[in-house]
């Protein structure tokens, strides 16, 4: 019966296998020839194969035995990792490790905390989910999700809430839209009465699944809606319509002129800076790469877009 196999009769064959005979397998598990070509006789028996050709003075793997080699050797790296996953659970660590971000979340401070996390914890599984507005809590809320990082739309009632940073919204169209003759490229341009804006389309971030959030920033009547800031930003740049994107996303686009921002006179200058904080249910981040994920979000968030409460 095959369910019979074990781990040991396994590991000896691997053994005969890469020490060249039956003989040096032996010296090298430091048992006795006859008790591992006993094992190796049991194993073809149990298997019902030839594993070896015995027919040459030193016994030669059989065109089947080095398919089941491959195969013995994955079923003892996972018989391994098993074991290794086993010890470090009994020992606290997380099995996995769930974050989502909103939309607004710079991303170079995303994909460095994934770098970081890779290395320092490569055996723990990563989940990362990208949602807006009141999407994101919805997912740490229902337990999708170990970690959020929220913007002021979300409501966190009932989570447990840091502050991270803080992000700039600018008003921006593209070069060859008719608002971008209002800031010319590299000043300060007037400011736009919303009479005029309210004459061209808006470009309007919102939730997948319907808007629950309050409505934001919207002055035109006229307005296309979008559930991702890449296609909102592409919009942009394409010149059919205006809107806020964050200021560390769009600084390429900016200095390359592919973007002109533009003064909305309803708006004073900081009335578009949007704290982000991390969320997270009371007392879940236990584990360590839990714990240690949580305090790199702080950190990483400080390094791209800079000090909490400071607007860039």
Known sequence: ?????????????????????FSAAARKLRRVQSAVSHAMANLESQLGIALWDRSTRIPALTEHGRVLLGAARRVCADADALSSAAQRLAGGLDPLVSLCVDAIFPLSALVDLCVEFARAYPTVELVVHTETMAAVADRVLDGTCQLGVVGPAATAQGLERQHLTSVRMVAVVGEAHPLAAAAPRGARGARVATEQLREHVQI?????????SPEQAVLSPRTWR??????????????????NLPEHMIRDDLNAGRLVRIW??????????????????????????GQWMLKRLVELCRQHVGGPGAPR
């Open 1 to 21: 019966m095959h369910d019979s196999i074990t781990l040991e009769q396994l590991r000896t064959f691997i053994t005969v296998a890469d020490e060249g005979s």
């Open 204 to 212: 309007v971030l919102s939730e997948r699944g319907g808007a629950r």
């Open 226 to 243: 979008v559930v991702d800031l890449e296609t909102k930003r592409e919009l942009l740049c394409a010149g059919l319509g205006w809107g």
């Open 264 to 289: 909305p006179a309803a708006w004073g200058d900081d009335e578009h800076v949007l704290p982000l904080a991390v969320v997270h249910r009371p007392g879940l981040v236990q584990g360590p790469a």
